[in-house]
């Protein structure tokens, strides 16, 4: 820090964190911290870097500096952002804001749920305890885990509703809390839930989610849920199967799509293999000489551009997926070893987030501005 402050001219970012560290060391105990100190930094760190992440670190600094209230109201804007839908340490900070603001019965339930969404065995028991010491025992009735449980083990749902049904409403318990007592979940509650997780969903599939919610409110005998919630029009348009040759070429000509994308998207066309299968693939699993791999029970081949580019993609890796995701995984989200590479410490790369890319990426050619599935590079 003394380096950098000789140095001179605008912190960057990588100064802020170091300035919030070094406040933090200071301090012979945590009441000696300067929260304020804190929160000023973490002001300046959110212009330069605004991600949800940050954002929430500043609630938390706010909060200690300047009383529970204030850091909730930063939290609370902060629970409509998708990229935080499923991370457990938003319900946990809200959580003890609101214990400190001597709403008890709020601050349990938001323990409960950060619980459910940890990966963390530990995360998971100190979170569970901390609602545990809370007293009373919350409003009596059933939970809306427990009436979502019983709801989808009825034996007159065929198969595919069964799993149109479990999607949606599994969801919205990750969302609300599984132990949320039934009578107070309200339509304001779903209908912010269901926009955070399904607001750039199609029309059919925003649809379907509203269908699943209103059949479960009449089941459970309870008043619309998704009222605050509109369905969408779906309209009939044709959808083009495939890019042209031409089109293809231009998209893996730009210079803004990576030797991932590339190499993926020229795989699936030369190959014409399913998405997930092509996703599957492992490096031992390759043939590079013959231009094939072995994947769920078939062959996929390739020709000789896809050739070109595997060796640089692989990069001397020896295992592990063929195609990665760009960071490591969290600590707390380990995935499975088969999904792992060795040799990087990443994990493989996704469906969602190789059907987001494509999807952006080709944007530009849908007359639509929707963007095509992956399914529109196969070659057949």
């Known amino acids: 820090m003394l380096r950098a ?38 002001e300046a760190l959110v212009r330069l870097v605004p991600t949800p992440v940050v954002r929430l670190n500043r609630a938390v600094a706010v909060a200690m500096a300047h009383g529970p209230r204030a850091g909730l109201e930063l939290v609370d804007a902060l629970t409509p952002d998708p990229a935080l839908q499923d991370y457990h340490l938003l319900p946990s900070v809200r959580g003890d804001l609101l214990l400190r603001l001597g709403r008890g019965q709020e601050a349990r339930l938001e323990f409960l749920r950060a619980a459910s969404l940890t990966g963390n065995a530990a995360e998971r028991a100190f979170l569970r305890r901390r609602a545990e010491e809370i007293a009373g025992t919350g409003p009596p009735g059933p939970t809306l885990g427990q009436t979502v449980t019983r709801f989808l083990e009825r034996d007159d749902l065929d198969a595919q509703t069964l799993r149109s049904y479990a999607q949606t409403l599994r969801r919205l318990c ?10 107070s979940v309200t339509a304001d509650q779903v209908a912010r839930a269901v926009t955070t997780a399904w607001e750039q969903a199609a029309a059919k599939t925003w649809n379907r989610h509203l269908s699943a919610i209103r059949s479960f409110s009449a089941w ?3 008043d619309d849920l998704a009222a ?6 779906e309209t009939r348009r044709a959808v083009r199967r495939a890019l042209t040759s ?12 990576s030797l991932r994308e590339r190499t993926l998207w020229l795989l ?5 293999a399913p998405v997930r299968t092509v996703l599957s693939l492992n490096v031992e699993d ?17 020709r000789s551009r896809t050739a070109r580019l595997l060796p ?4 001397g890796r020896t295992r592990g997926p063929v195609f990665l995701s760009d960071r490591r995984p969290a600590p707390s989200r380990t995935p499975a070893p088969a999904d792992l590479c060795p040799q990087t410490g990443r994990r493989r790369l996704s469906y969602e987030r190789a059907e987001y890319l494509f999807k952006q990426a080709t944007k530009p050619l849908d007359p639509h501005g929707a963007g095509y599935t992956l399914t529109a590079v196969r070659g057949d």
């Open 174 to 183: 990750r969302a609300l809390g599984e132990q949320t007592p039934l009578p």
């Open 268 to 272: 699936l066309h030369e190959s014409s």
């Open 228 to 233: 605050g919630l509109r369905r969408r029009p």
């Open 312 to 315: 640089d993609l692989l990069a």
């Open 286 to 302: 390759l043939d590079l000489e013959d231009r094939r791999a072995r994947a769920d029970g078939r062959w996929v081949t390739w």
């Open 5 to 42: 402050r000789e140095a001179g001219g605008t912190p960057g970012p990588y100064v802020l964190q170091a300035a919030i560290a070094v406040c933090h060391a200071q301090a012979r105990t945590a009441e000696d911290t300067d929260w304020a100190q804190i929160a000023a930094l973490y």
């Open 220 to 222: 459970a005998d309870l």
């Open 246 to 257: 031409a089109q293809l070429e231009a998209l893996c000509g730009r210079p803004d799509v």
